[in-house]
């Protein structure tokens, strides 16, 4: 088993930026992918980015191009989003997960997936 944490969420003005962290422990070897997806009530989860866990090669929804950057840290087991120039529509709670060895926007191919973190958007 992976666990995952996220953290790094808050109140943040429209234009500002964040920097969101998903914390791994537990069997963190068996990671291929980790991912980061953002869930609304009444909507499914939003893929927005992955990465491989060992090459870095990423993945992003176009949601997320231009604005949003995903990075790890494998020294301390940690994967980042970097989010910028925020918009109100950003407000959601952001999630990482496991996902599987090839990189993928498929929700149903993430499991572990941590507890969230609140992202609020508004002046």
């Known amino acids: 088993q992976v666990q995952l944490v996220e953290s790094g969420g808050g109140l943040v003005q429209p234009g500002g930026s964040l920097r969101l962290s998903c914390a791994a422990s537990?069997?963190?070897?068996?990671?291929?992918?980790i991912g980061w997806f953002r869930q609304v009530p009444g909507k499914g989860r939003e893929f927005l980015a992955a990465i491989l866990y060992r090459s870095g090669a990423t993945q992003y929804a176009d949601s997320a191009k231009g604005r949003f950057t995903i990075s790890k840290d494998n020294a301390v087991n940690s994967v980042y989003l970097q989010m910028n120039s925020l918009k109100t529509e950003d407000t959601a709670v952001y999630y990482c997960?496991?996902?599987?060895?090839?990189?993928?926007?498929?929700?149903?191919?993430?499991?572990?997936w941590g507890q969230g973190t609140q992202v609020t958007v508004s002046s």
């Open positions: 537990g069997r963190t070897l068996m990671i291929a992918t």
């Open positions: 997960a496991v996902g599987p060895t090839v990189l993928s926007p498929q929700v149903s191919r993430y499991r572990d």
